[in-house]
């Protein structure tokens, strides 16, 4: 079971980046999938989730107040990813991004039983 996380760089103030998660062994659709980020010196933050497609928790998402109305979570299921679409982002978004997968999303605590290998993003003029 891996999961890859990928599409972090260099991007401008109030510019864009995707992150894509691709999961490796299992079928993300059966697993709720998040977000998390760390920067150096500052505590890992969950920035989003999306529930399973488990038909009774189907479509559900969460995001971080700081993320809010910036950042899109969303599956391919044809080809088991998860992206987060990142748009207007600022300097203090700068972070290593890990997608990581639960039953369940981890509001709060950020404990996942699966874990990718951070994609570093970097905004900066």
């Known amino acids: 079971v891996q999961l890859q996380a990928s599409g972090g760089g260099l991007v401008q103030p109030g510019g864009s980046l995707r992150l894509s998660c691709e999961g490796s062994g299992l079928i993300l659709d059966d697993y709720a999938v998040g977000w998390v980020r760390q920067a150096p010196g500052k505590e890992r933050e969950g920035v989003s989730c999306i529930s399973s497609e488990d038909p009774n928790d189907e479509g559900v998402v969460y995001y971080a107040n700081s993320v809010k109305d910036r950042f899109t979570i969303s599956r391919d299921s044809a080809k088991n990813l998860v992206y987060l679409q990142m748009d207007s982002l600022k300097p203090e978004d700068a972070a290593v991004y890990f997608c990581?997968?639960?039953?369940?999303?981890?509001?709060?605590?950020?404990?996942?039983?699966?874990w990718g290998q951070g994609t570093k993003v970097t905004v900066s003029s």
């Open positions: 990581a997968a639960d039953s369940f999303c981890s509001i709060g605590t950020n404990e996942y039983d699966y």
